[in-house]
């Protein structure tokens, strides 16, 4: 029985190693990904906003 409890601490262990990476990787990410994102939205308002001034004059 003890077998199985180490083989299952094991794997545990393995998945805990895999995933603290992951998820700090995926927070850079994503924080990058944020601020392409708020970039492009403010660039697109005023590109749109540059469009309407030339329509309006």
């Known amino acids: 029985m003890a077998g199985g409890i180490s083989s299952a601490l094991i794997t545990t262990v393995l998945g805990i190693v895999a995933a603290l990476p992951l998820i700090l990787l995926?927070?850079?990410v994503s924080g990058v990904a944020k601020g392409l994102n708020h970039m492009l939205e403010e660039q697109s308002t005023g590109l749109i906003a540059q469009h309407e001034e030339e329509?309006?004059?």
Do not use: E, F, R
Request: charged share 0%; glycine share 16%; proline share 0%.
């Open 26 to 28: 995926h927070s850079v």
């Open 55 to 57: 329509a309006g004059a």
